[in-house]
C-alpha cells in the first residue's frame, strides 16, 4: 500500500470509512475490523496495537478507541 490511509470520523451508525488514496476500503465498526480492511487491501503484518501508532494511518475525527456517533 503506497498511499496513507485515511480513517474518517464515526457516522451515525459508529461506523467508520477506510479509505487509501481514491480506494475505498469498507466501513469499520471496531480496530478489528481496520485490520481485516487493511490486510485486504495488502497491508499484512499490521495488528490492532499498531494501528495506533503507524504513520501509515490518519485517524480523522478521534483514534483507534472512537467508534460512538457523533453527539448531536
Same mark, same amino acid.
Given at each position: %500500500?503506497? %498511499?496513507? @490511509?485515511?480513517?474518517?470520523?464515526?457516522?451515525?451508525? $459508529? $461506523?467508520? &470509512?477506510?479509505? !487509501?488514496?481514491? +480506494?475505498?476500503?469498507? @466501513?469499520? &465498526? !471496531?480496530? &478489528?475490523?481496520? @485490520? +481485516?480492511? *487493511?490486510?485486504?487491501?495488502? *497491508? =499484512?503484518?499490521?495488528? =490492532?496495537? =499498531?494501528?495506533?501508532?503507524? !504513520?501509515?494511518?490518519?485517524? &480523522? $475525527?478521534?483514534?483507534? #478507541?472512537?467508534?460512538?456517533?457523533? #453527539?448531536?
Amino acid at each position: %500500500m503506497k %498511499m496513507p @490511509v485515511i480513517i474518517y470520523p464515526p457516522d451515525s451508525s $459508529g $461506523g467508520r &470509512h477506510v479509505r !487509501s488514496g481514491t +480506494e475505498d476500503l469498507g @466501513v469499520a &465498526h !471496531s480496530q &478489528h475490523d481496520v @485490520v +481485516e480492511l *487493511l490486510h485486504g487491501a495488502g *497491508l =499484512e503484518g499490521i495488528d =490492532e496495537v =499498531e494501528i495506533a501508532t503507524t !504513520s501509515v494511518i490518519d485517524w &480523522h $475525527g478521534g483514534g483507534p #478507541d472512537v467508534w460512538a456517533p457523533p #453527539d448531536r
